[in-house]
């Protein structure tokens, strides 16, 4: 757990990645375009300390992954948030069997969702069925603008899509995690609209869509969803590294949220590799909205910190959180 005067966090990264962004994983020009404009926002976004080269940036190793999240990110539990983009990677850009072995060498520290895509037909379900067999896939991560052929993108509201969430459904994979965020080329930035996810989280009240990046640039178009629907979250992947480059507008972002969704539907995400945990949870626990912006939005206590930090996804992934920790049992449910 992180500690700062005297308040301890209990951190669930809830999205972190280990790619494979290598020029030797690049089928074409869109996979090296798609990893250098994630090293655009890297590098815009971060504090110069913090920067990479792009090498390291394209291809990190296991070790930089445990290093960086667990031995000095503050981070106790991450969950893996694929997306194999297949049509721009020889041998996808997440590489599962890398993330599971990881899994497999830090039990307990790291959480392995999958991803479908309903293009894939009745092979997908199949697969999807198997993934689930062993019943501790509780989380899957969808790009509804990856390209697939001539298809340059999908809806949740698709009748595939639909059979897809139901399978889901049937298989207790109750966490539907879905990037609806700032474009990464060459996809389209209108594959990643928030509008369809109104009626997927009406049509599957039992499933839990967590929307990350909280629907940026569409952040009030999100909001508007967010508050009619219980069962839709705000991931704050991408949201989070503005907390350096423009305060103001996290204070924003973050009290829009708070307003909409409130406290208990907010999870934090640093999106590791992009941005690295350790300094976003610091300057998160450090940071306080502006005096003149409190009327409208509040004040971030401890308690909401905590939520947001860590003990939200605690409560969606069922893991347990340290029973000293203040405010644990009501706001997590599970606890050591």
Request: a negative charge; proline letters at 5%.
């Amino acid at each position: 757990m992180y500690t700062k005067n005297g308040e301890s966090y209990y951190i669930v990264d809830a999205h972190v990645a280990l790619w494979d962004g290598s020029p030797e994983n690049q089928a074409n020009r869109h996979g090296k375009g798609f990893i250098e404009c994630f090293y655009d926002y890297h590098r815009n976004l971060s504090p110069a300390e913090w920067l990479w080269p792009l090498d390291k940036f394209c291809k990190y190793s296991e070790a930089d992954f445990v290093h960086d999240v667990f031995d000095i990110g503050h981070v106790d539990v991450a969950i893996f948030q694929p997306a194999y983009l297949s049509d721009f990677y020889t041998h996808g850009f997440h590489r599962r069997d890398r993330a599971l072995a990881l899994c497999e060498r830090h039990p307990g520290k790291l959480v392995l969702n999958d991803a479908w895509d309903p293009r894939d037909g009745e092979a997908g379900l199949e697969r999807l069925e198997a993934l689930a067999e062993g019943g501790d896939l509780k989380g899957i991560k969808l790009y509804t603008a990856e390209w697939r052929g001539d298809s340059r993108g999908w809806k949740l509201t698709d009748e595939w899509s639909y059979r897809y969430l139901a399978k889901c459904e049937q298989l207790g994979i109750t966490n539907i995690h879905i990037h609806k965020g700032p474009t990464v080329y060459p996809l389209d930035r209108d594959a990643f609209d928030v509008a369809d996810v109104d009626a997927a989280a009406t049509d599957f009240p039992n499933l839990n869509f967590v929307i990350e990046h909280v629907g940026l640039p569409r952040l009030e178009d999100f909001c508007w969803i967010g508050t009619q629907e219980p069962n839709v979250y705000g991931g704050l992947a991408v949201a989070m590294p503005f907390i350096h480059s423009r305060p103001r507008y996290f204070a924003q972002i973050i009290g829009e949220l708070l307003y909409w969704l409130d406290e208990d539907r907010i999870l934090f995400g640093s999106d590791y590799a992009i941005w690295h945990p350790k300094w976003l949870v610091e300057r998160f626990v450090d940071f306080q909205i502006p005096e003149d912006m409190q009327g409208e939005y509040g004040v971030l206590t401890p308690d909401v910190k905590r939520k947001i930090l860590g003990l939200n996804a605690a409560r969606l992934y069922d893991l347990k959180v340290p029973a000293e920790l203040p405010a644990a049992q009501s706001s997590a449910g599970a606890t050591a």
